[in-house]
């Protein structure tokens, strides 16, 4: 199953957006990826190389091509021309295997060993979590989200020099500083509040060079803030200043139509738990509502 443009560029670019309702959004975007995700490993696994896997392909190539070659050039010992082809078989053959077993490493890597980035976010995150949002929208609402589903540490959320300087870290040999917003949801529910989420990860990757090997250390800040903006007219007014809801601190400001109420949560990880996310993310707009009166 072949991706359109726009999903391919969905899938690849860094702060691509799209503005449309739930079931939209699922069918031309969601669903096609994590299918066209599936259909790789199907077609794999029918394939040569996934039938064969690294054992078969260390059989085929290497252990029976070897044991039937000298077994080959002991009957033939007095043939020249036998002798050469099977000894050309034997250093060719196991190429086969080479080639196989590289295919097969790199394909587990990639899509069995592990499940790929963009297909956990999705699967894990912006699935479950829009589907969520829109329950509590009008039919015919458009959500706006604007993604990066690409690894963190990839070239494209690479971090220049003057962009680490920004920052306040400082720049030493061997360090690399990524960042991404991974998630930027915005929405309006049936009762007038219109809401934001925004997930963002900075990581800084540093590789201390030794005289007995190189180390890798690394470390991140992981942040998901959530805004709230409500109107007066449906909901009284909270104490305007630092409060807590729920578990977490939040900044409530007022003005003349709305109140705004800003959830933020930090923390300190090198690696996305998309389900965790979520689930905060649910629990945040849960414990705003709880405290609404």
Request: with cysteine.
């Amino acid at each position: 199953m072949a991706l359109t443009k726009l999903q391919q560029e969905f899938k690849d670019s860094v702060g691509y957006k799209i503005e449309d309702t739930f079931a939209n959004i699922k069918s031309n975007y969601f669903q096609p990826i994590i299918e066209e995700e599936k259909k790789i490993i199907e077609d794999y696994e029918k394939s040569l190389f996934g039938k064969v896997g690294c054992g078969g392909a260390f059989s085929y190539g290497c252990l029976i091509p070897t044991i039937l070659g000298f077994i080959i050039v002991t009957a033939f010992s007095g043939n020249l021309y036998v002798k050469t082809l099977v000894y050309t078989l034997m250093l060719t053959l196991p190429e086969y295997f080479l080639i196989v077993w590289y295919n097969n490493i790199e394909f587990y890597d990639k899509h069995k060993e592990s499940t790929p980035n963009h297909i956990r976010i999705i699967r894990d995150l912006l699935l479950p979590f829009t589907g969520v949002i829109s329950q509590d929208m009008k039919d015919d609402s458009k959500i706006t989200l604007v993604t990066n589903l690409t690894k963190i540490n990839s070239k494209n959320n690479e971090l220049t020099d003057n962009q680490i300087r920004e920052k306040g870290i400082t720049i030493k040999h061997g360090l690399s500083v990524y960042e991404s917003d991974i998630m930027d949801l915005t929405a309006t529910m049936a009762d007038g509040t219109r809401i934001n989420y925004n997930l963002h990860q900075l990581l800084n990757e540093v590789i201390v060079y030794k005289k007995r090997g190189n180390k890798h250390k690394a470390k991140g800040k992981i942040t998901l803030k959530a805004v709230f903006a409500i109107p007066n007219k449906v909901y009284s007014p909270l104490p305007e200043g630092q409060i807590e809801i729920g578990n977490y601190p939040a900044l409530v400001s007022h003005s003349e139509k709305m109140q705004k109420i800003v959830i933020k949560d930090v923390t300190e990880a090198t690696s996305l738990d998309e389900a965790s996310i979520r689930e905060k993310a649910i629990d945040m707009m849960a414990a705003v509502y709880s405290v609404l009166g």
